[in-house]
């Protein structure tokens, strides 16, 4: 076998067998097969496709591409959640310690940011002393410990999607659906779960723009997972507005905390609570979503799910003071307000140009290896439904670098719109699909 003979084959709309697809997995992961090579593949597949029997076989060929999780020691229902990437999108950090309240093991293993998307991993990073990078034991000692653990992917887990994934970043084959189904599940069937909850995002911030994709690639996931007796159920949820209304790392920290203490927007408690419920009921721990909800409701009231959250904290290095003392969290320097062009109802507040316009101020990530600073970010004083008055702000910038707020006030003028009528919202919830 040969990789120009598969990447030939791939080219001109073949197809390639689950031994084929294995083995240039494996020697891509080696390194024998190099990075040019894979990148005309990545390009094929992207062109054409890939059918199901060599989705599953590139799946499969990913999953064993490093180790597996062994979390066979911890008894109760271990159920992780993973978003498809979007703006805003801080849903895991309140999500995962009401669960884990609930007596649910959570063993969320999270990404970082990267262009006009957000990663928890960088948010979580932002509180003084939190380290997620934990190797395999400590990762399993923690949850057992805590029921919880916030952690990045190990260097062992998935090698292949490593660097799959950065060579597809730089090569425009990102938004693939075979690509990020196979990418996102190989990572998540390591993990040893009974259960898996996906936000699939839908809308100007995500990856899949139109609903007919979106469910496309939630059916295909739930496909795969379906293949290895895994419980999966994706949520589609609408990413055409920022969820919440910061946008950055410690800005999200502190209105993540505000959902844990029983506040926070109104979205954002949706989704959180949305998807917590899906968990509930696949840990088998509610019998229906009314039942579920009590249950976060309960956890956040009584402070059981705070706890969670400090408990965690410590365990991973960080300091629990943050929960009650926000200022402990980074500041950036300065602040500007983006005042309304004009009185009315704001309809839109485009997600995609308020992540791009957050990466320019340092935010995110433009190419994977970039710094981020973890004090900046946007607060969206008004989000799309609310009324503004000319002159009053709209948003509210935190910055340390003058020439990068430069770079981020145009994208953010363009990303309100403003009306004299108010636009209907489109529901949060656009749709479902379960294993
Ligand atoms: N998230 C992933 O883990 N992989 C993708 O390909 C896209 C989003």
Redesign the pocket.
Known sequence: MTAIDLIERKRDGGRLSTAEIGWLIKNYTSGSVTDYQMAAMLMAAYIHGLDRAELFAWTDAMLHSGDLLDLSAIKAPKIDK?S??GVGDKVSIPLAPMVAACGVAVPMMS?RGLGHTGGTLDKLETIPGFTTNLDPNTFARILSDTGLVLGGQSKTLVPA?QKL?AL?DATGT?PSIP??AS??MS?KLAEDLDGLVLDVKVGEGA?MESPDQALELAETLVGIGQAYDLKVVALLTNMDAPLGREVGNANEIAESIAVLAGGGPDDLVEITYALGSEMLQLAGMAQDDEAARRLLRAAVDSGAAMEKFAAVIEAQGGDPRVLDHPGLLPKARYQQELPASRTGYVTLCDARNVGVAAMRLGAGRERKEDEIDPAVGISIVAKPGEQVDEGQPIARISFNDEGRLAMALPLLKRAFHIASIPAGQPPLILGEVRS
């Open positions: 993973h498809t990437g990404g999607d994934y597809r990102v690509l990020i990418s996102i990572k990856f």
